[in-house]
Each structure stands twice: as structure tokens, then as C-alpha cells.
């Protein structure tokens, strides 16, 4: 999260965002095959709806998974971040961790 100040304009805020709702990510038929474990790290700006936008990758696992994080997330919903008291757009970073294949099925 971006503290706001005078050198640092909004997507940014006093208080972070807090997740009501997160959905995990399915893994990709790609890396259930090459059982693959990692994490896709996104930056993403909570908008004061709630929501995820502008959503980017900044560290990429591959195998299909950054798509799969990226849709996933794109279904979270947060409680909005706050800047003088208000609602406020914030950019955060959020870690979309991944096993497969997942330890509930057999391959």
C-alpha cells in the first residue's frame, strides 16, 4: 500500500483495504500437468467500489497461472481503503499462491 503525502498522489491512502471476499484461483490445466508450485505476485489498485482495477503482474510463475490469478482476483471484493476519512482508490500488492496439482485430486 502507498502511504498518501505530498510527493505521493492517489491510487493511495491512510488506511489499506481489507478483503470480504477472496475466490482461490483454479490451477491451469498446463501447470496441473507439470505440477507446478509458485506464486504470482499482482499489483492492483482497490477502488472505493470495492473493487480490483488496473490489475498488473510483477512476478509471473507462468504455466497459465498469472491468467488464472488475474481472474480470480478480478472476482475479490475489499472493503475500501481510506484517505482523510474518506473512500479512497488504493494500489496494493497481493501474493496468489498455487500447488498443482492440488493436493485434493489424483494425477
Known amino acids: 500500500m502507498k502511504q498518501c ?4 498522489p492517489p491510487p493511495c491512502a491512510g488506511k489499506a483495504p481489507s478483503v470480504k ?10 501447470a496441473e500437468k507439470a505440477k507446478i508450485n ?4 499482482l ?3 482497490v477502488g472505493t467500489d470495492g473493487l ?12 497459465g ?7 480470480a482476483v478480478k472476482k475479490w471484493k475489499f472493503k475500501p ?3 482523510l476519512g474518506e473512500p ?3 494500489q496494493i500488492r497481493i501474493e496468489v499462491a498455487f500447488r498443482c496439482p492440488s493436493d485434493n485430486r489424483d494425477f
Do not use: F, K
Open 38 to 41: 509458485g506464486t504470482v505476485v
Open 5 to 8: 503525502g505530498d510527493t505521493n
Open 52 to 63: 480490483t482495477h488496473d490489475i498488473s503482474v510483477v512476478r509471473s510463475v507462468g504455466y
Open 43 to 45: 499489483t492492483v489498485v
Open 65 to 71: 497461472l498469472d491468467e488464472q490469478a488475474i481472474e
Open 21 to 30: 471476499r477472496a475466490p482461490s484461483p483454479e490451477c491451469s490445466h498446463e
Open 81 to 83: 481503503g481510506r484517505a
Open 88 to 90: 479512497a482508490p488504493v
